[in-house]
């Protein structure tokens, strides 16, 4: 009972408080400054253009219904998180990598702190965005990079880019290396390799980076050698790289590729590196990451990888250490990629002594990679008598669409 007229009371009292209450209606009301950015300019609209070559103009259209006054308001455009201007008239001459990126225009009014936003988005590309580069000799036999790029509607041939850049003068082109983007990648450069040693190259600009030569990629400079790159590519998660005809073979997801360590031409448990064939041949599935490399002291194909993320071990294992065709006995040539779906690879040995392309040998091979093991089949050898000067060829290619070899 007691608590019954508690709550009675609680509700009386509550009623009694709320008729006491009364509104004068004693305000004060005061306009305050509105701030509009119109739409034209940012409203579906995108924006493309071509940086280091184009610039980016937009006159948006700001009104303010009470104050007037320049002064007053603060303007901000912002790209990609950084300021590239503080004046209502956007006017930047565009110099970012290439990408896709939301302009914010943001204006401030000072009297109410108030700020007013609109957005558009921006697609960059770059004059070497797109395209083919070329790495080899002029006239004078010197080293010399051009590009057939294509930008927007238009195909450019670019000719002798590296000339002016702060470079030596170089002579013997050996590879060049360009990388495909990837978020595992920690030096996503290309690098351009001589004999005369090999620098890296910033894949926006094409222009030399501070320190661009590859000995500065070594924990220790000074014990790299002329560092004459002959290979590289990115699998999956795994970098390798020819150097010095030497093997560096890295796990990027274990932090491999910020610099370069020991090595990994040798077998496990011997730590004593054997020459190595100055091509690597490669799985053509980008979900495993297996290379195959040739031992030309013991004659003999072996190789590293595999599907899981220890794929880097740091040694080579022979392909299979009682079968002939993997283990040959011949010179080493060469190793094709074929990027075929029945063949991995084409490699091309000959006998010691070669004098005629009776001498020359090609061994086509498959790489299988399963979720537990790596497995190879067996093409048919085939000898290349028919193949006309191969024993005086320097470069190679094949077809990825027919079974042709291009010397």
Same mark, same amino acid.
């Given at each position: 009972?007691?608590?019954?007229?508690?709550?009675?009371?609680?509700?009386?009292?509550?009623?009694?408080?709320?008729?006491?209450?009364?509104?004068?209606?004693?305000?004060?009301?005061?306009?305050?400054?509105?701030?509009?950015?119109?739409?034209?300019?940012?409203?579906?609209?995108?924006?493309?253009?071509?940086?280091?070559?184009?610039?980016?103009?937009?006159?948006?259209?700001?009104?303010?219904?009470?104050?007037?006054?320049?002064?007053?308001?603060?303007?901000?455009?912002?790209?990609?998180?950084?300021?590239?201007?503080?004046?209502?008239?956007?006017?930047?001459?565009?110099? =970012?990598?290439?990408?896709?990126?939301?302009?914010?225009?943001?204006?401030?009014?000072?009297?109410?702190?108030?700020?007013?936003?609109?957005?558009?988005?921006?697609?960059?590309?770059?004059?070497?965005?797109?395209?083919?580069?070329?790495?080899?000799?002029?006239?004078?036999?010197?080293?010399?990079?051009?590009?057939?790029?294509?930008?927007?509607?238009?195909?450019?041939?670019?000719?002798?880019?590296?000339?002016?850049?702060?470079?030596?003068?170089?002579?013997?082109?050996?590879?060049?290396?360009?990388?495909?983007?990837?978020?595992?990648?920690?030096?996503?450069?290309?690098?351009?390799?001589?004999?005369?040693?090999?620098?890296?190259?910033?894949?926006?600009?094409?222009?030399?980076?501070?320190?661009?030569?590859?000995?500065?990629?070594?924990?220790?400079?000074?014990?790299?050698?002329?560092?004459?790159?002959?290979?590289?590519?990115?699998?999956?998660?795994?970098?390798?790289?020819?150097?010095?005809?030497?093997?560096?073979?890295?796990?990027?997801?274990?932090?491999?590729?910020?610099?370069?360590?020991?090595?990994?031409?040798?077998?496990?448990?011997?730590?004593?590196?054997?020459?190595?064939?100055?091509?690597?041949?490669?799985?053509?599935?980008?979900?495993?990451?297996?290379?195959?490399?040739?031992?030309?002291?013991?004659?003999?194909?072996?190789?590293?990888?595999?599907?899981?993320?220890?794929?880097?071990?740091?040694?080579?294992?022979?392909?299979?250490?009682?079968?002939?065709?993997?283990?040959?006995?011949?010179?080493?040539?060469? *190793?094709?990629?074929? =990027?075929?779906?029945? *063949?991995?690879?084409?490699?091309?040995?000959?006998?010691?002594?070669?004098?005629?392309?009776?001498?020359?040998?090609?061994?086509?091979?498959?790489?299988?990679?399963?979720?537990?093991?790596?497995?190879?089949?067996?093409?048919?050898?085939?000898?290349?008598?028919?193949?006309?000067?191969?024993?005086?060829?320097?470069?190679?290619?094949?077809?990825?669409?027919?079974?042709?070899?291009?010397?």
């Amino acid at each position: 009972m007691r608590t019954r007229l508690l709550m009675i009371c609680g509700v009386l009292g509550g009623m009694l408080f709320h008729s006491c209450y009364s509104d004068l209606g004693n305000y004060d009301y005061r306009e305050i400054n509105e701030v509009m950015i119109g739409e034209a300019g940012f409203a579906d609209t995108a924006y493309y253009y071509v940086s280091f070559v184009d610039t980016l103009r937009i006159s948006p259209q700001v009104d303010a219904s009470l104050i007037q006054e320049p002064d007053n308001y603060e303007y901000s455009w912002i790209l990609g998180g950084n300021e590239i201007g503080n004046q209502k008239d956007l006017v930047w001459p565009v110099s =970012r990598s290439q990408g896709y990126y939301v302009l914010y225009f943001r204006v401030k009014d000072k009297s109410t702190g108030v700020v007013m936003t609109r957005q558009a988005d921006v697609h960059l590309q770059t004059n070497f965005s797109t395209g083919w580069l070329v790495w080899g000799e002029n006239e004078n036999g010197e080293a010399q990079l051009d590009m057939l790029s294509f930008v927007k509607e238009d195909t450019l041939l670019m000719k002798d880019i590296l000339n002016g850049q702060d470079l030596p003068m170089l002579k013997n082109p050996t590879f060049l290396y360009v990388p495909c983007m990837s978020s595992y990648d920690r030096d996503p450069k290309i690098q351009i390799g001589t004999k005369d040693g090999t620098y890296r190259l910033d894949k926006t600009t094409l222009t030399p980076l501070n320190d661009a030569h590859l000995k500065y990629m070594f924990w220790e400079p000074s014990l790299a050698g002329n560092c004459v790159l002959t290979n590289a590519n990115r699998l999956q998660w795994c970098q390798f790289s020819v150097i010095d005809g030497k093997l560096y073979f890295d796990n990027l997801l274990m932090g491999g590729g910020e610099k370069l360590g020991y090595p990994s031409n040798h077998y496990q448990g011997d730590y004593e590196l054997f020459k190595m064939g100055d091509k690597v041949g490669v799985d053509n599935y980008p979900t495993s990451a297996v290379i195959v490399v040739y031992d030309d002291d013991n004659k003999c194909f072996l190789y590293q990888g595999g599907r899981n993320i220890t794929s880097a071990q740091g040694y080579c294992i022979p392909v299979d250490e009682y079968d002939e065709f993997f283990n040959p006995g011949k010179d080493f040539v060469t *190793i094709i990629n074929s =990027r075929q779906s029945m *063949i991995s690879n084409y490699a091309i040995l000959k006998n010691p002594g070669a004098s005629s392309p009776a001498d020359y040998y090609l061994y086509p091979y498959k790489i299988n990679v399963g979720f537990f093991d790596v497995s190879f089949n067996k093409m048919s050898i085939r000898q290349m008598t028919n193949a006309a000067e191969i024993d005086q060829a320097e470069f190679y290619a094949c077809s990825s669409q027919k079974s042709y070899i291009f010397y």
